[in-house]
């Protein structure tokens, strides 16, 4: 579906992307992880044919976007980050005005409005103004609007950024179903719950770059082990780690150490260190994200 | 971006119908509140102008204060609309609403989004230069039907200043700054483009001006000739001046806004 090599793209003196590769297989969710500022949304646009690439190839559906950017288009979807729904019109009208873009007929419009509202449940808003809907409400919108020329890649750039926890369980159920209807899905995100559930594989990108790709569990188990063992920080833990020569990371107030006998060691710390707090959890996504992004605060 | 970028012919499809036919029905669906002010405009300028220094203004030329100004409120007309679209309009549209970010994820490229822009503000100009001829008309002020002769020319003119307003819209910071093209090139031009007067009045330093940069100046002159029936080879000259700046302007508004939209 996707193919890129050394992708780059530089504004000025600055590069944004920095020589990225990857492939994106037809029907799967592809997750592009990574902090603020990474590239991730730049990638998107340049695999929309809105921002031409400064360097590497670039393939969508074996076309070239910067030479057929109409036709690739015509077969993408977007939910872009920013909510640019038309404010003069109403929901029916947004989905309606935007399937003319695509040269669709206005019977077929019609007909996909109304499948697409009652699929994203917004049937009841159709005559509503884009200004008197809820922000998920918005979203999903925006999720119904992508969906108007029945795309076979869906691109979607933070799709549930500011959602409920009841729109954002909808949204990804729709991901899902659109995906068990054949589309191929790329997206960003830095929920890491999110992309844990939804991707089939993702990278993880800092400062324009790819640090990994893989499977979600795959990457977990590379990165982070089977287990984490979280201890509150004191100096009796830090000496008494340091003395079982076990690696560990101080995060904040905790101390976390990844593992595969969660067990041995917190038996051993609970004996010998005196925690005051400590539980032992299955390594998730965001141990293997922060371990490679670092906590850094970003923006 | 150099001179040959900015001057490259740009590929435009017929996809920016699509974009014209949104401006379209978003105008319509609140046709009120837009068909109101040229109606109005028209009115009070004639009032104003047309017969309150008209009483004593009497005549210019042999031809009556009235009448001498219908050509005027039409040209003015042609300007305001296609302008302050291009300018208020379009850049509302692209930076806070992000029309134009939503339109290009579609088939429709920058280029068509701009030129449906276009094509706008000008269907805008004509629309106005309509509903203010019929008034003119009930107030016998303009020759029929050869003052209908504006019309094509009010096409023309309101893609000028469209594509001149666009060029303003690409590269202004903000939408205040805007004001600055606004207060001092199109109040300055409605006032000494030959509107109200004619430009022989002020020393020649005044009409060269208005000839070579005024765009308003030619098409005051053009429409003065349909609604007063007095036509002129000069005419000839009017038509190619406006015709090679549209041109130019058109090219450089797409390829500006392509710069400013497309990094």
Not at chain 1, 252 to 280: F, N, Y
Not at chain 2, 231 to 259: F, G, K, Q
Request: proline share 6%; glycine share 6%.
């Amino acid at each position: 579906m996707i193919s890129a090599q050394n992708l780059t793209k530089s504004y000025g003196t600055f590069t944004a992307v920095d020589g990225v590769s990857f492939s994106v297989r037809k029907g799967e969710i592809f997750g592009f992880l990574g902090p603020n500022g990474a590239g991730k949304t730049t990638t998107m646009k340049m695999i929309q044919c809105v921002s031409p690439r400064s360097g590497g190839t670039l393939s969508v559906f074996d076309l070239d976007p910067d030479e057929h950017p109409a036709e690739i288009k015509r077969r993408i979807g977007v939910v872009p980050q920013e909510t640019n729904l038309d404010p003069d019109f109403t929901c029916e009208g947004n989905l309606l005005t935007y399937a003319r873009y695509f040269d669709i007929s206005a019977p077929l419009a019609r007909r996909r409005t109304d499948d697409l509202l009652a699929f994203v449940q917004l049937l009841e808003k159709r005559n509503v103004a884009i200004e008197k809907l809820s922000g998920g409400m918005k979203r999903r919108l925006i999720l119904a609007r992508a969906l108007v020329n029945s795309p076979e890649l869906l691109i979607l750039d933070e799709p549930t950024i500011g959602l409920d926890p009841q729109a954002r369980h909808l949204v990804w159920e729709r991901l899902k179903a659109l995906q068990a209807q054949g589309s191929t899905i790329v997206l960003t995100t830095h929920y890491l719950d999110e992309a844990a559930r939804l991707c089939d594989r993702l990278v993880i990108m800092d400062n324009g770059r790819i640090l990994e790709e893989g499977a979600p569990p795959d990457l977990v188990r590379r990165h982070a082990g089977e287990e984490i063992v979280e201890v509150d920080k004191t100096d009796t833990v830090i000496t008494c780690l340091k003395g079982m020569d076990v690696p560990f990371e101080v995060a904040g107030d905790a101390v976390l150490v990844s593992t595969d006998r969660a067990h041995e060691i917190a038996r051993i710390l609970l004996e010998r260190c005196r925690p005051r707090k400590m539980l032992t959890r299955p390594a998730t996504l965001e141990d293997v994200f922060l371990k490679l992004t670092g906590r850094r605060l970003r923006d | 971006m150099n001179l040959s970028t900015l001057l490259a012919i740009p590929r435009v499809t017929p996809r920016a119908w699509h974009v014209w036919r949104r401006n379209l029905l978003v105008f319509v669906k609140t046709w009120q509140v837009n068909f109101f002010p040229p109606f109005v405009e028209a009115f009070l300028y004639l009032l104003a102008i047309g017969v309150g220094i008209g009483t004593y203004v009497k005549e210019i030329d042999g031809t009556p204060y009235v009448n001498y100004i219908a050509p005027a409120i039409l040209a003015i007309a042609v300007m305001n609309s296609a302008f302050f679209e291009c300018t208020y309009g379009s850049y509302v549209r692209m930076y806070y609403q992000k029309a134009f970010d939503a339109m290009i994820a579609t088939p429709l490229s920058i280029e068509d989004v701009i030129a449906g822009e276009l094509l706008w503000g000008a269907t805008k100009s004509v629309m106005y230069v309509l509903i203010m001829l019929c008034v003119l008309s009930l107030f016998g002020v303009l020759v029929l039907p050869i003052s209908l002769l504006v019309i094509p020319v009010a096409l023309i003119g309101g893609l000028m200043f469209a594509a001149l307003a666009m060029c303003f819209t690409s590269v202004t910071p903000s939408i205040d700054a805007l004001n600055y093209p606004s207060f001092l090139f199109i109040t300055p031009m409605s006032l000494f483009a030959g509107t109200f007067f004619p430009l022989a009045l002020l020393p020649p330093i005044f009409g060269y001006v208005a000839l070579t940069l005024f765009p308003l100046t030619h098409i005051v002159a053009i429409f003065r000739m349909f609604t007063l029936a007095a036509l002129s080879w000069t005419m000839v000259l009017h038509l190619t001046w406006i015709a090679s700046v549209t041109a130019i302007l058109c090219v450089l508004a797409i390829n500006l806004m392509r710069r400013r939209l497309i990094v």
